[in-house]
């Protein structure tokens, strides 16, 4: 069964340090999205791509984040400089482009801790 | 503005009895409901949907229910297994060809043996 693929699992950083997390899509996905998932809470969208175009990138912090799709397949979310507070889960989805139903599919994160 | 909402952060339950799990949200824009669930060091797995146009998708042991007029979904699970303990998020969706999806904080539900 095809899945969506992120590393690293686990990245432990120094605030101030740059940290990047790398995400591959199912095959054929056109849409891609970067959630980042705080402890207690539920995820919340960072970022949007239709194929290597941003659709919604209005809750991204871009002071310090930046993500690119550059050939419409996998994606790289950057961090730079981190902060205490972005110690969270970052998990990114993938869906078809016509899709019927919404449904996302979600890869197994990027545990990020910043110290 | 937290537009999905789960307001118990858990539940627990026997094996073999129902589990009910809850949602409610505030914007009448939204038109397709999800449930995922999640376990730990995974994603969120998709488990169940509803379109705005029933009231009921019912899924072997999992039945969710929509109730629009007072923007309320619930999920049930009957008979609730072990393997069921997990996290679950409900979430929404107003279409609009973008699939922009608002998840709540989600419910964290065991089983018992």
């Known amino acids: 069964e095809a899945e969506v693929a992120q590393s690293p699992r686990y990245k432990i950083t120094e605030k101030s340090q740059a940290v990047a997390f790398w995400c591959d899509p199912i095959s054929g996905h056109a849409t891609l999205y970067w959630y980042r998932q705080i402890l207690g809470q539920g995820p919340e969208l960072l970022v949007q791509f239709q194929d290597e175009s941003v659709v919604d990138d209005s809750q991204l912090p871009k002071d310090r984040f930046s993500a690119e799709r550059l050939k419409g397949v996998d994606s790289t979310l950057k961090i730079q400089p981190a902060e205490l507070g972005d110690s969270a889960m970052y998990l990114c989805a993938s869906s078809p482009r016509l899709a019927p139903t919404p449904e996302q599919y979600f890869g197994p994160g990027t545990r990020l801790t910043v110290t | 503005d937290q537009q999905v909402k789960q307001n118990s952060p858990s539940l627990s339950v026997q094996e073999g009895r129902i589990s009910i799990l809850n949602c409610d949200y505030t914007n009448s824009m939204f038109d397709y409901f999800l449930w995922y669930k999640k376990y730990p060091a995974e994603g969120p797995t998709f488990l169940i949907s509803i379109s705005s146009i029933k009231d009921k998708n019912e899924d072997g042991r999992f039945t969710v229910f929509l109730n629009k007029s007072a923007k309320h979904l619930s999920l049930h699970i009957v008979p609730s297994q072990p393997g069921d303990s997990a996290v679950y998020f409900c979430?929404?969706?107003?279409?609009?060809?973008?699939?922009?999806?608002?998840f709540g904080a989600g419910t964290r539900l065991t089983v018992k043996p």
């Open positions: 979430a929404a969706s107003a279409g609009g060809g973008n699939n922009d999806m608002r």
